[in-house]
């Protein structure tokens, strides 16, 4: 018990370490242009606050395991979803203007965080589930050791 309460915590604390960015981005966008909210940035905000409202309900013991999983794997499905949306319209609003190698890189970052991917060992680069070498740097990724 004692072992998976802490597993759990670890999960709420990357959670919210991955989430905080974008929140934050989310509120600064919010305040900007609060009325021209798009269908897409709301789809991703709701996606992502329901992400950790589930967090916080499994913490709290208001969900089980199973249900917990089932949310999760829905929410995370969704708001990667979101993104690439986002993602699409915003591409096509700024018409790749602004910084869109700085936002896609930003967006792949974050979509592999949501993703748990493995972590680079030579550069730190998270990348995608299931990457054989590095995006970053090419390193091969091994294996998490199971010890
Ligand atoms: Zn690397």
């Known amino acids: 018990m004692g072992v998976f309460l802490g597993a759990a915590l670890v999960a709420a ?15 600064a966008s919010l305040d900007r242009e609060e009325d021209e909210l798009t269908e897409t940035e709301a789809r ?11 967090e916080y ?10 249900d ?6 829905e929410l995370t499905a969704e708001a990667l979803a979101a993104l690439d949306a986002d ?17 896609e890189a930003e967006i792949a970052r974050a979509r592999a965080l949501l993703e748990g991917g493995p972590e680079c ?15 970053a740097c090419g390193t091969p990724l091994m294996a998490q050791p199971t010890n």
């Open 87 to 103: 993602e699409k319209a915003r591409t096509r609003e700024e018409g790749g203007a602004a910084g869109p190698a700085d936002l």
């Open 13 to 27: 604390v990357v959670m919210l370490f991955i989430l905080q960015p974008v929140v934050k981005g989310l509120h």
């Open 68 to 73: 917990y999983q089932a949310l999760k794997a």
């Open 121 to 135: 060992v030579a550069c730190g680069y998270r990348n995608q589930e299931g990457s054989r070498f590095c995006s």
């Open 44 to 54: 991703k905000r709701v996606a992502l606050l329901a992400l950790r409202d589930v």
């Open 57 to 66: 309900d499994y913490l709290a013991g208001k969900l089980d395991d199973e």
